[in-house]
């Protein structure tokens, strides 16, 4: 079966500091993506990046940056300076086939970010 | 503007009753979704539709019903048959039933059951 877990349950910062969300990943689908999602307080969530898993790269936009480890399956999202809009909810989701199904898109609990000003 | 619309925000429901939440997009995606979002727990699937005239379970599709008779359209009805409905409806679309691309969502239906 797949799994996405969030540890992190709640998360409270400063603004400006910088902020890890943590995110592993079980699958036995060797072709899988991941994803994050950010969900503010009017509900609908917010695409944000979509991983396969033939690429490793790390990859950055902005303050927002992603670090994809096969190794120990696991699909950090940093933060850097955080600000006061980037309160929300957090999902990480994996995408990856159940055997003998269809491929299906799984949500971890999501973890909420608190920037405090 | 594209994107995905949901209705009602709010929805009050009684008990032993049914009810249908409204889902509509105009992205021309193929595929969409019903999630349902409880506190403190990641999305659970109820169903999802990958072309008009098709829809599949998910995980927790016991007192539910859709029905996808055109593209733009994928309602979700609770039935009386749900024992815990209270909850956050949450529909979304790609743009092939795949889940290799990513969702778009709308911004949901919170049901109360009084």
């Known amino acids: 079966a797949q799994k996405v877990t969030q540890a992190q349950t709640e998360i409270s910062v400063v603004e400006k500091e910088d902020v890890t969300l943590d995110c592993v990943y079980e699958?036995?689908?060797?072709?899988?993506?991941l994803f994050w999602y950010k969900q503010p307080p009017s509900g609908e969530l917010v695409f944000l990046i979509r991983?396969?898993?033939?690429?490793?790269q790390n990859e950055i936009s902005g303050r927002y940056s992603w670090n994809f480890q096969k190794s120990t399956s696991s699909f950090n999202f940093t933060i850097t300076a955080s600000q006061v809009v980037d309160s929300a909810v957090y999902f990480c989701?994996?995408?990856?086939?159940?055997?003998?199904?269809?491929?299906?898109?799984?949500f971890g609990s999501g973890t909420q970010l608190t920037v405090l000003p | 503007d594209g994107g995905i619309t949901q209705s009602p925000k709010y929805l009050f429901r009684k008990e032993g009753q049914n009810v249908t939440l409204s889902c509509e997009q105009n992205?021309?995606?193929?595929?969409m979704y019903w999630y349902r979002q409880d506190p403190g727990q990641g999305l659970r699937l109820i169903y999802y539709?990958?072309?008009?005239?098709?829809?599949q379970k998910g995980d927790i599709a016991e007192g539910y019903s859709v029905s996808r008779e055109k593209k733009e359209s994928f309602p979700l009805t609770v039935t009386s048959a749900q024992k815990n409905p209270t909850a956050f409806y949450l529909c979304?679309?790609?743009?092939?039933?795949?889940?290799?691309?990513?969702?778009?969502f709308g911004q949901g239906t919170r049901l109360t059951v009084v």
């Open positions: 979304a679309s790609s743009v092939t039933g795949t889940a290799i691309s990513e969702a778009f």
């Open positions: 699958t036995r689908d060797t072709t899988y993506y």
């Open positions: 991983r396969n898993s033939f690429d490793e």
């Open positions: 989701a994996l995408s990856a086939r159940h055997p003998g199904s269809a491929r299906q898109l799984t």
């Open positions: 992205l021309n995606h193929d595929a």
């Open positions: 539709s990958q072309i008009v005239n098709d829809f």
